[in-house]
Structures are given as structure tokens and as C-alpha cells.
């Protein structure tokens, strides 16, 4: 299924059926009463999280919706049908904006969470509601009131516990194929991943996900690439893994300040979330993997672990520190996990 993170979507809540204006019309009863019935609630919009949904794909190909207006009533004070409610579901980590003002309705981060965002128009009145000892053949009934209509932009971001962060083609599809079961596509070539890939990893006893950013690059702040519209998935994360690759143009230690300096530019809370520093590769540095990390280590005044998802090598300690991370205590936590702005 194509991965759409944003769409704009019309919706509108039903209207409410028109009430009756009818006369009992029975054998031997010449002059019977009002006997006309409401008519049904419109239907509401309501939005749910909906594990089973991972795009807003349907969205981005139809803008138009509607929930189902209610049935006028009838004869011997029947009461119309209730319109049916039109339920939009949406993948968790879907914001809700008013797309002309621009506020916030809604965050939808917890499964199954329901939120109605449109009521739909009340029934109006049948006649019968109108007669008195003085007005015993009213022929007055109301018409329903109109469902509510608005422009709505729907934003995902992913909601995972850690985000790999990297240059393009830095390793971080390679790598959460091997500690995950994503099938996320690999290729030497930069800009593999045009959407991020979510993977669940368990070790230890322990579950977490994480997510593939695709490639950031200088300038992402700013639009750059694709940047905005990926740096938007990475604010729900918890923690941070930095990919650092030894054979890219940009250096490590240059590479590690440049996405510093972007997510900072995007969202300054970014920068204190935890995070490790790890160097990819390792199997084409050879024996020279370790010093170079320890090298790079100094050059920044961070631990720098080097890995390879090739051979195998640093994954355990990667994969424990992580685990750590997400332990119920936090009593193991890893010391490699410190804030990324230190």
C-alpha cells in the first residue's frame, strides 16, 4: 500500500429528518388529531484510531464525505430512522486540523480511541407536538436542523519508541531489516527509502519499535529533499540512534553536526530526547573499525559504537541497549543513551 502521511478531506454530519405533519385519518374517528412523528437524528463523523490502518492513502484519493441524514416521520407519531454515523478511521499518531484555521481537534496516539468531530442535525418536530385545547389541528412541523460541515487536514506521525537518523543510504534500512521484520528495501545507491519503515524488535523480553527515517540532508529544516515531510515523524519518538557512515562524502563527525543542527532547526526538544551514536559499516573498515570509532568518539566527546549488519558485529550491544532503554526501571539503562545536544 503507497504510504500518504498528510490529506485534506470535506466532511459533513448528517442532517435531521423533517418531522410530520399528519391527521389521524381513521374509520368512524371524522375528526382525529395530529398524529405526525419526529424525524431522525443525522448521522455524526466520528473519527477512531484504527490499528489496521497504516496510510492515509484513502484520503488523499477521495476528499468528500458524509454521514447519512435522517428519515422524515410519519403517521401514528412514528419517529424517522437515525441517520447512520460516518466513522473515519485512521492510523494512531494521526493529528486532526481545522483546515482553515489551522487548530488542532485532535490527537489520536492511543488504538481504538474515538472522538466525535461533527454532531449530526437533531429530528425536527412532528405536528403532534403542537396541539393544545385551544390549536387541536396544527399544521406546523419543523424541518430538521442541518449536520455540520468542515474543511479537515489530517497529519501522521508515526508513533515508535526509537527513530534511526541518518544520511541517504547511511544504513538504517539495512539495519532495521536485520533486527526487525521490516522488509524495508535496501540498495547502494542514496534516497532507497522514500517512506519511513516501522519495525518491531524484541529482545530481552522486551518490545519496541523503531522507525527508518528516510535520509536527512542539509538544508531539511528548511524543505530540503523531503525534510518537513519526514521530520515530522521523528517528534513522537522517544529516542534517537544517529547512523554514521564512514564512506559517505560528508565525514561522520560533520554529519553527526549537520542532523543536530536540522532537528534542532525543526524542533529544538529534539535535541534532548536520548540518543546513541553509532558508526555503520564496520565490515568494509575492516580492523581499523574499532579505532576509527574510538577516533570518532574523541573527535565528538561521545561513545560511538561501530556496527555492521553485514557480519553481525556491534548488533548485540546495540540491541541491549536499546532493550535497556525500554526496561520498566531504569536501572540497566545503557550510559551510551544521553541526551544529543550534550
Given at each position: 500500500?503507497?504510504?500518504?502521511?498528510?490529506?485534506?478531506?470535506?466532511?459533513?454530519?448528517?442532517?435531521?429528518?423533517?418531522?410530520?405533519?399528519?391527521?389521524?385519518?381513521?374509520?368512524?374517528?371524522?375528526?382525529?388529531g395530529?398524529?405526525?412523528?419526529?424525524?431522525?437524528?443525522?448521522?455524526?463523523?466520528?473519527?477512531?484510531?484504527?490499528?489496521?490502518?497504516?496510510?492515509?492513502?484513502?484520503?488523499?484519493?477521495?476528499?468528500?464525505y458524509?454521514?447519512?441524514?435522517?428519515?422524515?416521520?410519519?403517521?401514528?407519531?412514528?419517529?424517522?430512522?437515525?441517520?447512520?454515523?460516518?466513522?473515519?478511521?485512521?492510523?494512531?499518531?494521526?493529528?486532526?486540523?481545522?483546515?482553515?484555521?489551522?487548530?488542532?481537534?485532535?490527537?489520536?496516539?492511543?488504538?481504538?480511541?474515538?472522538?466525535?468531530?461533527?454532531?449530526?442535525?437533531?429530528?425536527?418536530?412532528?405536528?403532534?407536538?403542537?396541539?393544545?385545547?385551544?390549536?387541536?389541528?396544527?399544521?406546523?412541523?419543523?424541518?430538521?436542523?442541518?449536520?455540520?460541515?468542515?474543511?479537515?487536514?489530517?497529519?501522521?506521525?508515526?508513533?515508535?519508541?526509537?527513530?534511526?537518523?541518518?544520511?541517504?543510504?547511511?544504513?538504517?534500512?539495512?539495519?532495521?531489516?536485520?533486527?526487525?521484520?521490516?522488509?524495508?528495501?535496501?540498495?547502494?545507491?542514496?534516497?532507497?527509502?522514500?517512506?519511513?519503515?516501522?519495525?518491531?524488535?524484541?529482545?530481552?523480553?522486551?518490545?519496541?519499535?523503531?522507525?527508518?527515517?528516510?535520509?536527512?540532508?542539509?538544508?531539511?529544516?528548511?524543505?530540503?529533499?523531503?525534510?518537513?515531510?519526514?521530520?515530522?515523524?521523528?517528534?513522537?519518538?522517544?529516542?534517537?540512534?544517529?547512523?554514521?557512515?564512514?564512506?559517505?562524502?560528508v565525514?561522520?563527525?560533520?554529519a553527526?553536526?549537520?542532523?543536530?543542527?536540522?532537528?534542532?532547526?525543526?524542533?529544538?526538544?529534539?535535541?534532548?530526547?536520548?540518543?546513541?551514536?553509532?558508526?555503520?559499516?564496520?565490515?568494509?573498515?575492516?580492523?581499523?573499525?574499532?579505532?576509527?570509532?574510538?577516533?570518532?568518539?574523541q573527535?565528538?566527546?561521545?561513545?560511538v559504537?561501530?556496527?555492521?549488519?553485514?557480519?553481525?558485529?556491534?548488533l548485540?550491544r546495540?540491541?541491549?541497549?536499546?532493550?535497556?532503554?525500554?526496561?520498566?526501571?531504569?536501572?540497566?539503562?545503557?550510559?551510551?543513551?544521553?541526551?544529543?545536544?550534550?
Amino acid at each position: 500500500m503507497q504510504f500518504i502521511d498528510h490529506a485534506e478531506i470535506v466532511a459533513k454530519s448528517g442532517d435531521g429528518g423533517r418531522g410530520s405533519r399528519h391527521f389521524r385519518r381513521e374509520k368512524h374517528v371524522p375528526m382525529g388529531g395530529p398524529d405526525g412523528g419526529d424525524g431522525g437524528r443525522g448521522g455524526d463523523v466520528i473519527l477512531v484510531a484504527d490499528n489496521r490502518s497504516r496510510s492515509l492513502l484513502d484520503y488523499h484519493l477521495n476528499r468528500l464525505y458524509a454521514a447519512q441524514d435522517g428519515v422524515a416521520g410519519s403517521g401514528q407519531r412514528k419517529t424517522g430512522r437515525d441517520g447512520a454515523d460516518l466513522i473515519l478511521p485512521v492510523p494512531p499518531g494521526t493529528q486532526v486540523f481545522d483546515a482553515e484555521s489551522g487548530v488542532l481537534l485532535a490527537d489520536m496516539t492511543t488504538p481504538d480511541q474515538r472522538l466525535i468531530l461533527l454532531n449530526g442535525g437533531n429530528g425536527g418536530w412532528g405536528n403532534v407536538h403542537f396541539a393544545s385545547a385551544t390549536h387541536r389541528a396544527p399544521e406546523r412541523a419543523n424541518p430538521g436542523l442541518p449536520g455540520q460541515t468542515r474543511s479537515l487536514r489530517f497529519e501522521l506521525k508515526l508513533l515508535a519508541d526509537v527513530a534511526l537518523v541518518g544520511y541517504p543510504n547511511a544504513g538504517k534500512s539495512s539495519l532495521i531489516r536485520q533486527i526487525s521484520a521490516s522488509r524495508a528495501e535496501v540498495a547502494d545507491y542514496p534516497f532507497t527509502t522514500l517512506v519511513p519503515n516501522l519495525g518491531v524488535v524484541r529482545h530481552q523480553g522486551r518490545v519496541f519499535t523503531v522507525a527508518d527515517i528516510p535520509g536527512l540532508i542539509e538544508g531539511a529544516a528548511d524543505g530540503a529533499g523531503l525534510g518537513l515531510q519526514f521530520l515530522r515523524h521523528i517528534e513522537r519518538c522517544s529516542a534517537l540512534v544517529f547512523l554514521l557512515s564512514p564512506l559517505d562524502e560528508v565525514p561522520p563527525a560533520q554529519a553527526l553536526s549537520i542532523l543536530r543542527r536540522e532537528l534542532s532547526h525543526f524542533n529544538s526538544d529534539l535535541l534532548s530526547r536520548p540518543a546513541l551514536i553509532v558508526l555503520t559499516k564496520a565490515d568494509v573498515l575492516g580492523p581499523t573499525a574499532q579505532s576509527q570509532a574510538d577516533a570518532l568518539s574523541q573527535e565528538i566527546g561521545r561513545p560511538v559504537l561501530a556496527i555492521s549488519t553485514l557480519t553481525g558485529l556491534g548488533l548485540p550491544r546495540l540491541l541491549h541497549a536499546l532493550a535497556a532503554r525500554f526496561a520498566p526501571t531504569t536501572a540497566d539503562s545503557p550510559q551510551d543513551f544521553d541526551p544529543v545536544g550534550s
